[in-house]
T-cell receptor, first 111, second 114 residues
Framework: NAGVTQTPKFQVLKTGQSMTLQCAQD?????MSWYRQDPGMGLRLIHY???????DQGEVPNGYNVSRSTTEDFPLRLLSAAPSQTSVYFC??????????FGPGTRLLVL | KNQVEQSPQSLIILEGKNCTLQ??????????LRWYKQDTGRGPVSLTI?????NTKSNGRYTATLDADTKQSSLHITASQLSDSASYIC?????????????FGGGTRVLVKP
């Protein structure tokens, strides 16, 4: 199993641009989540999904959209990038919302 | 507001020595507490997970303890190795109807020196 994969690894955007961060898992997990990690702060939940077709907002959802059309994929869309969205983004999946498996992260810089 | 506080923020230890990291939380209702290890530039990796009824759990040289009454947990690293240099994150889970809601601590950055 590849586990949780994320693409791209690095991305630089200009303010106002849009982009999609990709996340995929091959473990047939129902639960998937997106987090952002900023220096000196704990990971904060952006959006999560408890199964295909079901998504909900986390702690910091503004400026981000998600969809879950398949069990495997959970893309995160930035609608209009802002410098405040400069961060490291982690996708995670779990079978039963207990032990989570994290992807390697995407480092995003918004200029 | 649910919070998870970790201490110290960072520490430096010599290879072969032991160390203990602390985690205090206010999350309620409590479901479980997890410790993760995050190497630089990588995603977190689970070390232990403990439910309300578990006082201690080990994973190799890592031993986690939980006192649900005082809402405190510790992670003890025995005979540290250079590869233990990482951030250690305490995560407390709150039971929701739709699953668990996680609150992450800010992490303790450990540097092991030879």
């Amino acid at each position: 199993n590849a586990g949780v994969t994320q693409t791209p690894k690095f991305q630089v955007l200009k303010t106002g641009q849009s982009m999609t961060l990709q996340c995929a898992q091959d473990m047939n997990h129902e639960y998937m989540s997106w987090y952002r990690q900023d220096p000196g702060m704990g990971l904060r939940l952006i959006h999560y999904s408890v199964g295909a077709g079901i998504t909900d907002q986390g702690e910091v959802p503004n400026g981000y959209n998600v969809s879950r059309s398949t069990t495997e994929d959970f893309p995160l869309r930035l609608l209009s990038a802002a410098p405040s969205q400069t961060s490291v983004y982690f996708c995670a999946s779990s079978r039963d919302s207990k032990t989570q498996y994290f992807g390697p992260g995407t480092r995003l810089l918004v200029l | 507001k649910n919070q998870v506080e970790q201490s110290p923020q960072s520490l430096i230890i010599l290879e072969g020595k032991n160390c203990t990291l602390q985690c205090n939380y206010t999350v309620s209702p409590f479901s479980n507490l997890r410790w993760y290890k995050q190497d630089t530039g990588r995603g977190p990796v689970s070390l232990t997970i403990m439910t309300f009824s578990e006082n201690t759990k080990s994973n190799g040289r890592y031993t986690a303890t939980l006192d649900a009454d005082t809402k405190q947990s510790s992670l003890h690293i025995t005979a540290s190795q250079l590869s233990d240099s990482a951030s250690y994150i305490c995560v407390v889970s709150e039971q929701w109807a739709a699953g668990n809601k996680l609150t992450f601590g800010g992490g303790t950055r450990v540097l092991v020196k030879p």
